[in-house]
């Protein structure tokens, strides 16, 4: 039989392959220590479970789901984006519940892009955003976000033709995989850009609830005008260590939402009600799980920014996110540094180059590893002689 082009165009999803790694080094009696895929290894907050038991032994939870969810559930996610952003949203229009944000950011392709067009696209990124401009059959501009520009997007450095083109442009602050995070005035200067342009800005915020030393990110709707053009991506799985579960939303523009349910409506029957009920648990209930996290992540990333720093290479302590994003030793690629820290040491980490062309020379820690494991870790790359590169 034959398999579609689409298919063929498909890198390995970078994750996937780490973890057969893993699971080999594993087997053959590996003690492996995982920097790898940002999934929080602490579990969902007692009473959010709890919501989620009693959910399921009600008889209309059993039942399809309403693709645009319950209306109590569009109702939690305005209020928790009232009380945390000071934004008001129609719970109606501008609110839609996803399975998780991964799907709503797959799916939004479709409704701006046919064959043909372009989207701006930040590189390195959420491979997503470029995955899903290539389903629908459109072509991505890439953005380069470089250190030099605090890993933001330069506008000046798209073409006139591009910008007149261009139907969407990602973005997405705190950012994964740099760990950058983006002002408000930053924001503002994107939400312009869209507008004087009629690009639809579609901001993934996955990473909002995680900001140390007392950060809090901005959400792009905070931008006056922002509604106009954009809508924002959000997701539980992060905030209240909700991975497996599978919520996430999307705000903003009625339009834009509107089209996105659309998509939607005809590809999947919404969120399982009981899960609904438990992310309105997490939505409306306590939020101290929250400041419990950034506690435990900022340890977490303080021992691994002195480890990282002890072995001399150049590294940020982040603001925001799960992630350290560190530069690779002289006269190392990426893929080949993280493989020799596999091979000499147990230790998994991300290539930068999997984000995209522009990681390349980086690689990416993630913070969602028990602390034990870090501590182990941390010694033992600060135990390490960083071995010469391999010829070619
Ligand atoms: C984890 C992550 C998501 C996916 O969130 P889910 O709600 O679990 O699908 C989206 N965007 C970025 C940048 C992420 O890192």
């Known amino acids: 039989m034959e398999f579609s082009s689409r298919l063929g165009k498909l890198a390995p999803y970078p994750f996937v392959e780490i973890s057969r790694i893993i699971a080999e080094k594993r087997a053959a009696g590996a003690d492996v220590v995982t920097f790898g895929i940002g999934d929080p290894d602490i579990p969902t907050p007692q009473p959010i479970v709890d919501r989620l038991l009693a959910a399921s032994q009600d008889p209309p939870n059993h039942r399809y789901p309403e693709t645009d969810g319950l209306p109590e559930m569009r109702r939690a996610i305005a209020e928790w984006y009232r009380n945390r952003f000071a934004v008001s949203l129609d719970a109606d229009k501008e609110v839609l519940p996803l399975i998780g944000a991964k799907e709503g950011i797959g799916h939004v392709a479709f409704c701006f892009l046919d064959p043909g067009d372009l989207a701006l696209v930040p590189d390195p990124a959420y491979p ?89 990110a901005t959400s792009v709707l905070q931008v006056e005008g922002a509604m ?10 992060k905030s209240y260590n909700m991975t497996g579960w599978r919520m996430g939303m999307a705000v903003g523009n009625a339009d834009m939402i509107r089209a996105l349910f659309q998509i939607k409506a005809n590809l999947d029957s919404g969120v399982p009600q009981a899960i609904q009920e438990m992310s309105m648990e997490a939505l409306t209930g306590p939020q101290d799980c929250i400041e419990d996290n950034r506690v435990i992540y900022q340890w977490r990333r303080d021992r691994v920014v002195e480890a990282l720093r002890s072995m001399g290479l150049d590294v940020a302590i982040p603001q925001a996110s799960l992630y350290i994003w560190a530069s690779v030793p002289e006269g190392f690629t990426s893929a080949d540094f993280a493989a020799r820290l596999l091979e000499d040491i147990d230790i998994v980490v991300t290539p930068g180059s999997s984000y995209g062309q522009y990681g390349e020379g980086y690689i990416r820690l993630s913070l969602t590893t028990p602390d034990e494991r870090v501590e182990t870790g941390c010694q033992r790359l600060e135990n390490w002689t960083i071995p010469a590169p391999r010829e070619g």
């Open 128 to 216: 997503v955003y470029g995955v899903g401009t290539m389903f629908a059959g459109a072509e991505s501009y890439i953005m380069p976000l470089l250190e030099g520009n605090g890993w933001l997007p330069d506008l000046s450095a798209i073409p006139d033709d591009v910008a007149m083109k261009a139907k969407v442009m990602w973005l997405n602050y705190p950012n994964n995989p740099t760990s950058a995070v983006a002002s408000a005035e930053d924001l503002a200067t994107y939400v312009a850009y869209c507008r004087e342009h009629d690009i639809a800005l579609l901001h993934d915020a996955a990473y909002s609830e995680v900001g140390y030393d007392g950060y809090k």
């Open 228 to 237: 106009d053009v954009g809508i924002e991506f959000h997701s539980l799985s």
